[in-house]
């Protein structure tokens, strides 16, 4: 290993701290560092349990920026070796810090079709984020969603080509490490073929080999000959790479815990010198393989420097000095991860503590960047029936129907509450739901809107009985407006109808017009293929719902490109 070469490129001071501090550092503190743990808020019994531990790594999920710079400076002068401060950057910095801009998914950018937006994005997705002490940014995404059932890839990839989300990927990686942070690109060896979420079930990566490497091969080593700083290696298995001259035994292991991936593919064939980290280990496609006290250090044992989460902080401890005892882990291969560990801590000048320093440079803000994106990544998909552009006084009444994921935590929680805790939750602050803040925008521009619901069996029950008269004299227009967004352990991103008798569902297509707009899977046409008109937004952002409307209405032209194909139920 070289760590005066890419991606590391440490000068001759930078060389000592890194084997200085080698050197000086107990067995513990070696296995300590291959901890990436994660800290769910700022509280002072947190940081101190989190500083006492001395982990490798720190990831927040959402706080307070003020939060964020707390634990930030909490740990960088109670650490003796600072330890990377990590978030999901994947739509902007408010993958750390609550109230910035949630620039949009990757998708979306990639539906400008210019990798300047993904370079800007890149920026500002790490740029933010380390202006309050963060270092490390769990992006970007350069899976190819090549399976449009695939629960969670989809709208987070920049799309299923591959000359595409190579450029996209290294435009975000450039932004980000400019920006004066590390990057884990992932999830190697590739995830969006298969049709299953390795958050519930190990995947497999059935391409072909030399498919593979014309196209995930390709990626990956596009954005590693751009200088990404680290790999997310993903629960995912590249069965057809196991030939006969390979170890048949690990044809079926995801790459996580499968040494001939990380070492022989893609540490030598693509040639990648930087750091390597587990996907979280509390994953059921890496919890499945079997004991925890054997897997953990076989992870690391295989090639990886780091692994994410812990399930008991205490027990995943010994389980790893365990696996060091008795020979699993190496001596040279932990000098070899705390090598990675620390020369990108160093290039990230980590070893200054608070004296490091970071700027965000950009001739635009956040904000103005969420607005350009959706303004050129809002997509018409198709309007045969030339229904567009649309005026209030022409389509005065708009019926819309709100399908999709828009459930928050205060309806799970209402749903479950009664007295009291109903009373409290009628005073929390949240969020307007996407669909809501589109309704308000429509009654803004003058349109009469209504939201059509039929989860409630009675209110079903009327409109089954109405006649075709009355219900064409309710409206103009009638929207279904779908939020089927990703998230962890969701088995499918396909819409669910609330009605019963699927009355909700566009039988009336013929009687007014129809049009559907989706805010995130851009994959709908398959249960809407009779639907004339269709719209994909990407990102349910304030900014892509403005810039809907203002295409709906014809003010803006619509300048997205699908950076999807709808061609795989057609053929």
């Known amino acids: 290993m070289d760590l005066t070469k890419k991606p590391f490129y440490l000068d001759a001071a930078q060389l000592k701290w890194v084997a200085n501090t080698i050197a000086t550092m107990s067995l513990e503190e070696k296995i300590r560092q291959l901890f990436v743990i994660a800290a769910g808020d700022a509280k002072d019994k947190t940081l101190q349990e989190v500083a006492e531990f001395e982990a490798g790594g720190v990831m927040l999920r959402p706080l307070k920026e003020a939060d ?3 634990v930030n400076t909490y740990l960088m002068t109670h650490s003796k070796i ?3 401060l990590a978030a999901n950057l994947e739509t902007g910095s408010n993958g750390l810090i ?6 949009g998914h990757e998708m979306l950018i990639a539906a400008t079709g210019n990798v300047d937006n993904a370079y800007e994005f890149g920026k500002f997705c790490m740029g933010e984020a380390a202006l309050a002490g963060a270092s490390m940014s769990f ?5 190819i969603n090549y399976n449009w059932e695939n629960p969670i890839t989809n709208i987070r990839s920049f799309g299923d080509n591959p000359e595409l989300v190579s450029a996209m990927g ?3 990686v450039r932004g980000a490490q400019e920006a004066g942070g590390a990057v884990t690109i992932k999830h190697f060896p590739g995830d969006g073929v298969d049709g299953r979420d390795h958050h519930v079930v190990k995947s497999v990566n059935s391409l072909p080999f030399p498919e593979w490497m014309r196209t995930f091969g390709k990626v990956y080593r596009d954005n590693i000959d751009n200088g990404a700083t ?8 590249l069965p057809d790479y196991f030939q006969e001259d390979k170890e048949v035994g690990l044809r079926d292991v995801p790459a996580s815990l499968n040494p001939a991936l990380i070492q022989d593919l893609l540490r030598g064939e693509l040639g990648f010198n930087g750091l390597v980290m587990t996907d979280a280990s509390l994953m059921v496609g890496f919890g499945s393989q079997g004991k925890r006290r054997d897997l953990l250090p076989r992870a690391i044992a295989a090639g990886n420097d780091m692994f994410l989460f812990t399930k008991n902080l205490e027990e995943d401890y010994q389980f790893m000095v365990a696996g ?3 020979g699993i882990i190496t001596e040279e291969r932990l000098d070899d991860a705390m090598q990675r560990i620390l020369g990108l801590k160093a290039r990230l000048h980590l070893d200054a503590r608070l004296e490091r320093k970071t700027t965000l440079d950009s001739e635009i803000t956040s904000k103005q960047l969420a607005k350009k994106v959706a303004d050129e990544g809002v997509t018409l998909v198709k309007d045969t029936q030339h229904l567009l552009p649309i005026h209030s006084s022409e389509q005065q009444k708009i019926g819309i129907i709100s399908l999709g994921n828009e459930l928050d935590v205060f309806d799970i929680l209402e749903q479950g509450a009664s007295g009291i805790m109903k009373l409290a939750l009628k005073f929390q602050k949240r969020k307007k739901k996407s669909h809501e803040a589109f309704g308000e925008i429509l009654t803004g521009r003058g349109y009469q809107v209504s939201f059509i619901d039929h989860s409630q069996i009675k209110v079903m029950m009327e409109s089954v009985k109405e006649s075709i008269a009355e219900f064409t004299s309710k409206y103009d227009l009638i929207i279904y407006f779908v939020k089927k967004d990703t998230m962890s352990n969701q088995t499918n991103l396909r819409v669910e109808f609330k009605s019963l008798a699927g009355f909700d569902a566009p039988w009336f297509i013929h009687e007014i017009p129809t049009m559907l707009i989706s805010v995130a899977n851009p994959y709908h046409e398959y249960d809407f293929a009779d639907v004339m008109t269709i719209i994909n937004g990407y990102s349910p952002t304030d900014e892509v719902l403005q810039a809907i409307v203002d295409k709906l209405e014809g003010k803006t032209p619509f300048r997205g490109v699908s950076p999807v194909s709808m061609d795989f139920y057609t053929n």
């Open 324 to 326: 060091f005892r008795e």
């Open 170 to 172: 290294q435009a975000y």
């Open 68 to 70: 964020v710079r707390k």
């Open 98 to 103: 609550e109230e910035n801009t949630n620039i």
């Open 139 to 143: 992006a970007p995404i350069i899976d």
């Open 82 to 84: 600072p330890p990377f």
């Open 230 to 237: 680290g790999v997310m290696v993903g629960h995912i298995s």
